[in-house]
């Protein structure tokens, strides 16, 4: 017995990113517009979905929930009649704290992709793993909420720096907060030139049209040649 | 818990390149910017490669400093100076080392040859 070295420079995450694209391809023949909704635990995605889904304009959107367990998601977004379909990372996936590549091609077969023009992905609360597996999505949009304080982006800049979007959630509590606004903005353009922004309270609905008419930018663009 | 997900991605790479030898030793180059702590990686992996052809093998670990060039002007600097703005002409700065998550090489065990 001997002992070779193998030259192998490959990406760890070369596998996810092949499942990614393979994904993408499935959702593009469909002409399907996937955006990966990420955050923080209780930053607000849900209630973000709450409130445009009912109303997309002739926009037929479906949502993917991914949580370690449980379908407490799924069943609020239940009552606005779109598909909804779970994807629990516990079984099978031994409880992972983010959706990858494979786990959304395993719920393939489970999404009417035929159905939908629009595709959410709510992926599991958390503010590091998602941020290193891509699904397969057209865009990514980072939800922040005040009370997490204004130093996020600067704590965790893979996540903000990898995102197409930041939704600035909550905003209705900054009179109770001691929260700098402008500087969590700073923060934001400091790991993310350029990236768009939005205010917005998901509870008294301030700002939500902007958000709504950014899903509807999204889905209305072309599938790429 | 970010290393747990990490090292479960190395393994499957070197597991894959391994095609059925056992690993003793497997060599990363890890960017600053994917907030990798080593300890805590080499924790996971001893973890996640247990009961596989990874089982015992030495992580090794290279640290890649993190670099970023202007798209304007090209100038570089270090983004713990200024983040991902170009202090010489505010445009946006590109990463040009830092971002890795590279199995770089591994060390396989081969039957001698015996022709």
Redesign the interface.
Same mark, same amino acid.
């Given at each position: 017995?001997?002992?070779?070295?193998?030259?192998?420079? /490959?990406?760890?995450? #070369?596998?996810?990113n092949t499942i990614a694209r393979a994904n993408r391809d499935d959702f593009d023949r469909r002409d399907v517009t996937v955006v990966n909704l990420m955050s923080a635990p209780g930053a607000g995605k849900t209630t973000l979905l709450e409130r445009v889904l009912g109303s997309l304009d002739g926009v037929r959107a479906g949502v993917l929930e991914g949580d370690v367990q449980g379908s407490y998601d799924a069943d609020r977004l239940a009552s606005l009649h779109v598909p909804v379909t779970q994807l629990n990372t516990d079984p099978g996936f031994g409880g /992972?704290?983010?959706l #990858?590549a494979n786990m959304v091609r395993s719920a393939l077969p489970e999404l009417p992709l035929e159905d939908i023009d629009l595709l959410v992905i709510e992926n599991v609360g958390n503010l590091?793993?998602p941020a290193?597996?891509r699904v397969g999505e057209d865009a990514r949009i980072m939800v922040s909420s005040v009370t997490e304080g204004e130093d996020k982006p600067?704590k965790y800049?893979?996540m903000f720096?990898t995102c197409e979007l930041v939704v600035v959630n909550k905003i209705d509590l900054l009179p109770h907060l001691d929260f700098d606004l402008d500087a969590l903005l700073a923060n934001i353009?400091?790991?993310?030139?350029?990236v768009p922004r939005m205010l917005v309270s998901a509870r008294t609905g301030e700002g939500v049209d902007a958000w709504r008419d950014w899903l509807l930018d999204q889905a209305a663009r072309e599938v790429p040649a | 818990m970010h290393e747990l997900s990490v090292s479960s991605a190395v393994v499957d790479t070197v597991l894959k390149h391994a095609a059925g030898r056992r690993v003793t030793v497997v060599s990363l180059r890890i960017g600053h910017l994917r907030q990798v702590v080593p300890d805590s990686l080499a924790f996971y992996f001893e973890l996640v490669s247990r009961e596989t052809l990874c089982e015992g093998a030495r992580l090794e670990q290279e640290y890649v400093p993190a670099r970023l060039r202007c798209a304007g002007c090209a100038s570089e600097w270090d983004p713990e100076d200024a983040w991902f703005r170009c202090t010489r002409c505010g445009g946006p700065g590109e990463v040009i080392a830092g971002d890795e998550l590279e199995v770089e090489s591994i060390e396989v065990e081969e039957a001698a040859c015996t022709a």
């Open positions: 017995m001997h002992r070779v070295k193998v030259r192998v420079v /490959e990406d760890a995450l #070369d596998a996810n /992972e704290c983010h #990858d590091v793993c290193e597996f600067l800049p893979l720096r353009e400091a790991v993310n030139p350029g | -």
